[in-house]
């Protein structure tokens, strides 16, 4: 078979060890595995006139970074629009949405996303405060956390939406004021699809250029692979229209949602659909809902919130939840299961303890962002062999270290103390995968894998840190992106290393991220990014 590419005079960090290897070189087969490691001159003579050969002139080669949780065909979606995650208070969003107003057509919709709740203060969240600027124009706008989004007048007029709903989702709620008046709150994707469904969609073409351009952007960052949390709308059909055009920059295992009200037939056609995809995509696993989010008091805690909310499970009966579950352990179907509260985590981890007593074989389940949980339950993810799945980022731009923003205020200071325990799940034995959530927070990789290690804000990192305590090491970070997610999805033996008979799945870096300082790893460049063999990025200086 003949070597694809071949990269030379490199420094090969092994993310297993955190050490350098003793090679400066590697070679990358046709089938996209490596199959040879060496000094320079070695390597370079398995190179052909056809083969693919980079000097890279002492940069540091480390296995291919993988964001564990992700949302590439709806972010692109959503994120087409105006980004208000940068508005610090009521005047700035107002300022935004009326500049975006004055270019606005008749009829025109506008879109926003990204939107802090910390902005109102101590106001509800609600439209009341746009309702000047948005007279009349059909607006909405997506809250950060994207399970909750305000909707204007006009655009609820629009969908008919004039009072409170009932809906499967046990917590999606159509917030209404004492007299039975929305204020424009939507929470939860039930709520919110009842205006998303009447707004204007993008063309199927205008939604693959949109992705397209992501992902490039993904693999410029230096992400060779996402583990994609939704297959919603056209989605797979996308990433199966990018692959077979050879335009598919990442590795995408894609986990379909299971929702409440989901009947056997539902699940049957889960588990059928496993396995599905191409050559760069693969459905693997089902994605549910515990509970919503504590910023919009849609959480599952064991103890209410400052407002009494966050009371109860997404799953209007639990029970249901840990019957699926079992049935996906039984078939062999891992989950992964969003579990931000303390009662749900913990819920999640009693059905999947049930769900290995009642038999099957080995399955790594996980549990999604685990922002706030109580001591005994750290232990059980080890014991029950539950991947422990975080954003770092999400602590680092939305909470503050004096507990003065939304989130800390709602839990309060005991809990708020123990925020996203990366450290003691690690600590614990846990395997902790790192990702952003995107478009939550922003994808790129030396980003998140700082915010693991510094704790502070991304945008003003003079601030203090929210729990240094819990922050991880340099290398638990790099292992975050490298060899755990590698391991969640069962491919350690191909994945996630610098071996042969690995996949040749490559990031380059100008230095170590190792050594690199936390605060100044966002900055470290990344100089080439190799999917399968291939070059998908190549910075001009190499």
């Given at each position: 078979?003949?070597?694809?590419?071949?990269?030379?005079?490199?420094?090969?960090?092994?993310?297993?060890?955190?050490?350098?290897?003793?090679?400066?070189?590697?070679?990358?087969?046709?089938?996209?595995?490596?199959?040879?490691?060496?000094?320079?001159?070695?390597?370079?003579?398995?190179?052909?006139?056809?083969?693919?050969?980079?000097?890279?002139?002492?940069?540091?080669?480390?296995?291919?970074?993988?964001?564990?949780?992700?949302?590439?065909?709806?972010?692109?979606?959503?994120?087409?629009?105006?980004?208000?995650?940068?508005?610090?208070?009521?005047?700035?969003?107002?300022?935004?949405?009326?500049?975006?107003?004055?270019?606005?057509?008749?009829?025109?919709?506008?879109?926003?996303?990204?939107?802090?709740?910390?902005?109102?203060?101590?106001?509800?969240?609600?439209?009341?405060?746009?309702?000047?600027?948005?007279?009349?124009?059909?607006?909405?706008?997506?809250?950060?956390?994207?399970?909750?989004?305000?909707?204007?007048?006009?655009?609820?007029?629009?969908?008919?939406?004039?009072?409170?709903?009932?809906?499967?989702?046990?917590?999606?709620?159509?917030?209404?004021?004492?007299?039975?008046?929305?204020?424009?709150?939507?929470?939860?994707?039930?709520?919110?699809?009842?205006?998303?469904?009447?707004?204007?969609?993008?063309?199927?073409?205008?939604?693959?250029?949109?992705?397209?351009?992501?992902?490039?952007?993904?693999?410029?960052?230096?992400?060779?692979?996402?583990?994609?949390?939704?297959?919603?709308?056209?989605?797979?059909?996308?990433?199966?229209?990018?692959?077979?055009?050879?335009?598919?920059?990442?590795?995408?295992?894609?986990?379909?949602?299971?929702?409440?009200?989901?009947?056997?037939?539902?699940?049957?056609?889960?588990?059928?659909?496993?396995?599905?995809?191409?050559?760069?995509?693969?459905?693997?696993?089902?994605?549910?809902?515990?509970?919503?989010?504590?910023?919009?008091?849609?959480?599952?805690?064991?103890?209410?919130?400052?407002?009494?909310?966050?009371?109860?499970?997404?799953?209007?009966d639990p029970a249901a939840y840990t019957?699926?579950?079992?049935?996906?352990?039984?078939?062999?179907?891992?989950?992964?299961?969003?579990?931000?509260?303390?009662?749900?985590?913990?819920?999640?981890?009693?059905?999947?303890?049930?769900?290995?007593?009642?038999?099957?074989?080995?399955?790594?389940?996980?549990?999604?962002?685990?922002?706030?949980?109580?001591?005994?339950?750290?232990?059980?993810?080890?014991?029950?062999?539950?991947?422990?799945?975080?954003?770092?980022?999400h602590c680092c731009d939305f909470t503050?270290?004096?507990?003065?923003?939304?989130?800390?205020?709602?839990?309060?200071?005991?809990?708020?103390?123990?925020?996203?325990?990366?450290?003691?799940?690690?600590?614990?034995?846990?395997?902790?995968?790192?990702?952003?959530?995107w478009p939550i927070a922003p994808f790129?990789?030396?980003?998140?894998?700082?915010?693991?290690?510094?704790?502070?804000?991304?945008?003003?990192?003079?601030?203090?840190?929210?729990?240094?305590?819990?922050?991880?090491?340099?290398?638990?970070?790099?292992?975050?992106?490298?060899?755990?997610?590698?391991?969640?999805?069962?491919?350690?033996?191909?994945?996630?290393?610098?071996?042969?008979?690995?996949?040749?799945?490559?990031?380059?870096?100008?230095?170590?991220?190792?050594?690199?300082?936390?605060?100044?790893?966002?900055?470290?460049?990344?100089?080439?990014?190799?999917?399968?063999?291939?070059?998908?990025?190549?910075?001009?200086?190499?």
């Open positions: 078979m003949r070597t694809r590419l071949v990269l030379l005079s490199a420094r090969l960090l092994d993310p297993g060890t955190g050490t350098v290897l003793p090679e400066t070189a590697l070679a990358v087969s046709d089938d996209g595995r490596i199959t040879a490691l060496g000094d320079d001159r070695g390597i370079r003579a398995l190179a052909d006139p056809a083969t693919t050969v980079v000097d890279l002139r002492g940069a540091v080669v480390t296995p291919g970074l993988v964001d564990g949780h992700l949302h590439p065909v709806t972010g692109a979606e959503l994120t087409h629009g105006l980004d208000l995650s940068y508005c610090a208070d009521l005047d700035d969003v107002r300022e935004v949405l009326a500049r975006e107003v004055r270019n606005l057509g008749r009829g025109d919709w506008l879109f926003g996303w990204g939107l802090d709740p910390n902005v109102f203060g101590g106001l509800p969240v609600g439209i009341a405060p746009f309702d000047s600027v948005l007279d009349g124009v059909p607006a909405f706008l997506l809250l950060f956390d994207a399970h909750s989004a305000l909707a204007s007048r006009r655009a609820l007029e629009l969908a008919g939406v004039d009072g409170p709903r009932t809906f499967d989702q046990a917590s999606a709620e159509v917030v209404c004021d004492t007299d039975g008046r929305p204020t424009g709150l939507l929470q939860e994707d039930a709520a919110c699809e009842l205006v998303e469904r009447i707004a204007p969609r993008p063309t199927p073409e205008e939604s693959r250029e949109r992705l397209a351009a992501v992902l490039r952007s993904m693999a410029a960052a230096g992400l060779t692979g996402g583990h994609a949390m939704d297959a919603n709308g056209e989605s797979l059909a996308l990433y199966g229209q990018l692959d077979a055009a050879g335009e598919l920059p990442l590795r995408l295992r894609v986990a379909p949602w299971c929702q409440p009200g989901t009947d056997t037939d539902g699940v049957r056609a889960l588990i059928e659909q496993q396995g599905t995809g191409g050559d760069l995509w693969r459905v693997t696993g089902v994605k549910l809902f515990m509970d919503g989010t504590i910023d919009n008091g849609t959480a599952w805690l064991e103890r209410p919130d400052c407002h009494g909310e966050s009371t109860h499970a997404f799953w209007p019957r699926v579950v079992g049935e996906l352990h039984r078939a062999g179907v891992p989950t992964a299961t969003h579990a931000i509260g303390d009662a749900a985590v913990r819920h999640a981890l009693d059905a999947v303890e049930q769900a290995r007593a009642n038999g099957g074989g080995t399955v790594r389940h996980r549990i999604e962002h685990i922002e706030t949980v109580p001591d005994d339950t750290l232990r059980r993810f080890a014991e029950l062999g539950v991947l422990a799945s975080m954003q770092p980022t503050r270290a004096d507990h003065t923003d939304n989130w800390s205020r709602r839990l309060g200071e005991e809990r708020a103390s123990h925020a996203w325990r990366c450290r003691d799940l690690a600590d614990s034995g846990a395997t902790v995968v790192l990702g952003s959530d790129p990789p030396l980003a998140v894998m700082a915010g693991a290690r510094h704790r502070r804000p991304s945008r003003d990192l003079s601030r203090p840190p929210h729990g240094p305590e819990q922050a991880l090491t340099p290398l638990e970070a790099l292992r975050g992106m490298t060899t755990a997610p590698a391991y969640a999805a069962g491919e350690e033996a191909t994945a996630g290393g610098l071996a042969v008979g690995h996949r040749a799945d490559l990031t380059v870096f100008a230095d170590s991220p190792l050594t690199t300082a936390a605060t100044d790893l966002p900055e470290l460049p990344v100089l080439l990014t190799v999917l399968d063999g291939r070059i998908t990025h190549r910075a001009r200086e190499i």
